[in-house]
């Protein structure tokens, strides 16, 4: 059996978008979010680089960075070297803290380069999607580049390139109605397939005809 991971709606929805992109001083920017481990599989530093190359045709874009890991210094001396000044690193946030900040996203970015083990969905995508924003993602191949075709939820870009990630972005920069679009079609996947209750219900449901079919 295979419990999926799920994302509790209520922990992200009690969040107020609006309200925390004025707190952050980015009512006005358009936001690009990474969540989740600064380690080299999710190159960090390539992010960064997209977003060096956005900033002078698209001034509102704002690349922010949540969490911590082996490349948060080399992340910090790139930013510095290269004076990129539309990347804003928050450092690691409370878990409990985590749905603020992504409903202050206008744009989830997942950068991991490899591909996982079978099919799998991992909780930082799920909670994307729960949050109603479109996701781009860099895995070469998976379950995930799959959802994101068939649902039309975001886009897949090559990893490692900066350039392929920026022209990524770019797509939802320039036309704001498809991300608005491909956002509630994430929102209504995740309600669909990554809900916790329902996720749980469906495994136990799943558990018991498993045990009933052993003990026959």
Same mark, same amino acid.
């Given at each position: 059996?295979y419990?999926?991971h799920? %994302? ?5 929805? *009690?969040w107020?978008?609006a309200?925390?992109?004025t707190? $952050?001083?980015?009512?006005d920017r358009?936001? %690009?979010?990474y969540? &989740?481990?600064f380690?080299p599989h999710?190159?960090?530093p390539?992010m960064?680089?997209a977003?060096?190359?956005l900033?002078?045709?698209?001034p509102?874009?704002i690349l922010v960075?949540?969490g911590?890991?082996p490349?948060?210094d080399t992340?910090c001396? $790139? $930013?510095?070297?290269?004076h990129i000044? !539309?990347?804003?690193n928050?450092g690691p946030?409370?878990?409990?803290e985590?749905g603020k900040?992504?409903?202050?996203a206008?744009?989830?970015? !997942?950068?991991l380069?490899?591909q996982?083990p &079978?099919?799998f969905v991992g909780t *930082?995508?799920?909670e994307y ?6 996701v ?5 191949? &998976?379950?995930?580049?799959g959802?994101?075709d068939?649902?039309?939820?975001g886009?897949e870009v090559a ?5 392929a $990630?920026?022209d990524g ?5 320039a036309?704001?109605?498809a991300?608005?679009? %491909?956002?509630?079609?994430?929102? *209504?996947?995740?309600?669909s397939?990554?809900?916790?209750n329902?996720?749980v219900?469906?495994?136990e449901r799943?558990?018991?005809q498993?045990?009933?079919q052993?003990l026959?």
């Amino acid at each position: 059996l295979y419990l999926p991971h799920a %994302a509790d709606f209520d922990e992200i929805d *009690k969040w107020d978008g609006a309200a925390v992109r004025t707190e $952050l001083g980015l009512a006005d920017r358009f936001v %690009a979010l990474y969540a &989740g481990s600064f380690a080299p599989h999710y190159a960090i530093p390539v992010m960064a680089l997209a977003a060096e190359r956005l900033a002078r045709q698209y001034p509102e874009f704002i690349l922010v960075l949540i969490g911590t890991g082996p490349d948060a210094d080399t992340l910090c001396a $790139l $930013l510095e070297r290269r004076h990129i000044r !539309n990347v804003r690193n928050l450092g690691p946030i409370p878990p409990a803290e985590v749905g603020k900040y992504l409903k202050a996203a206008d744009l989830f970015l !997942n950068p991991l380069w490899f591909q996982l083990p &079978g099919e799998f969905v991992g909780t *930082k995508i799920v909670e994307y999607l729960a949050a109603g924003r479109p996701v781009i993602s860099c895995v070469p191949v &998976g379950e995930l580049n799959g959802l994101l075709d068939e649902a039309r939820v975001g886009l897949e870009v090559a990893h490692g390139d900066p350039d392929a $990630l920026a022209d990524g972005i770019r797509h939802y920069l320039a036309d704001r109605e498809a991300a608005a679009e %491909a956002g509630s079609r994430a929102r *209504k996947l995740a309600e669909s397939r990554f809900e916790r209750n329902r996720v749980v219900a469906t495994f136990e449901r799943e558990l018991m005809q498993a045990l009933e079919q052993k003990l026959r």
